[in-house]
């Protein structure tokens, strides 16, 4: 079962759009991270976040943004869609420096 | 620097073949080393984890052993299923920091 939950799943917008994948833990994590993940498998760390209020940006430069209001929130906002944007984008979440990360499903985005 | 490679694929296998998905890492310090599953339309879930050298992490019948002196963590099961294809990925977290770096994942499918 989840403890992590992303929406929407599937998501089909058109170009010049904003858009805010959503992401929500109910486990008390301080560390959560999005990654991008292209069709070839790679997992790409594009934001984290060790708590409420510290966003940093991750490998792979990216045009979205993030923010940490409440410990359990982590929504990720593309403010201009592009075709570039497509990909699979997966939250995820961790107790500490050492423990396992925890994914959610993942929102598969399409930009058309 | 931190990096993790692992046996690139498509590996396609025969129900009830022996597996084996080869990991090597670089890290600094003594990293935690895990391995991860992508079923089709999910996000990744632990398959497994070893947080020192000789530890072997196991479940669901996959092993792996953490070999300090091979810098390896390599995936094993003896009798594949075809309800084991998926995506494996091998990470780490090194001890001196808060990201997980991860292989670049290894697709797997078993035919009956």
């Known amino acids: 079962e989840a403890d992590i939950y992303q929406t929407p799943r599937y998501l089909v917008i058109g170009t010049g759009k904003k858009i805010t994948l959503e992401c929500s833990q109910t486990?008390?994590?301080?560390?959560m991270y999005w990654y991008q993940q292209d069709p070839g498998m790679e997992l790409h760390l594009i934001h984290y976040s060790y708590g409420v209020n510290s966003t940093e940006k991750g490998d792979l430069s990216s045009e979205s943004t993030v923010s940490r209001i409440r410990t359990e929130h982590f929504p990720l906002t593309l403010e201009s869609a592009r075709p570039s944007h497509t990909s699979q984008y997966l939250c995820?979440?961790?107790?500490?420096?050492?423990?396992?990360?925890?994914f959610g499903n993942g929102t598969r985005l399409t930009v058309t | 620097g931190n990096s993790v490679t692992q046996m690139e694929g498509p590996v396609t296998l025969s129900e009830e073949a022996f597996l084996t998905i080869n990991c090597t890492y670089t890290?600094?310090?003594?990293?935690?080393l895990f391995w991860y599953v992508q079923y089709p339309g999910e996000g990744l879930q632990l398959l497994l984890k070893a947080t020192k050298a000789d530890d072997k992490g196991s479940n669901k019948g996959f092993e792996a052993t953490y070999r300090k002196e091979t810098t390896s963590f390599h995936l094993e099961k003896g009798s594949v299923q075809v309800s084991d294809s998926a995506v494996y990925f091998c990470a780490l977290i090194a001890n001196t920091g808060n990201q997980f770096y991860f292989g670049t994942g290894t697709s797997l499918t078993v035919i009956p």
């Open positions: 995820a979440s961790s107790r500490d420096g050492r423990s396992p990360l925890h």
């Open positions: 486990m008390g994590h301080d560390k």
């Open positions: 890290a600094t310090g003594y990293p935690s």
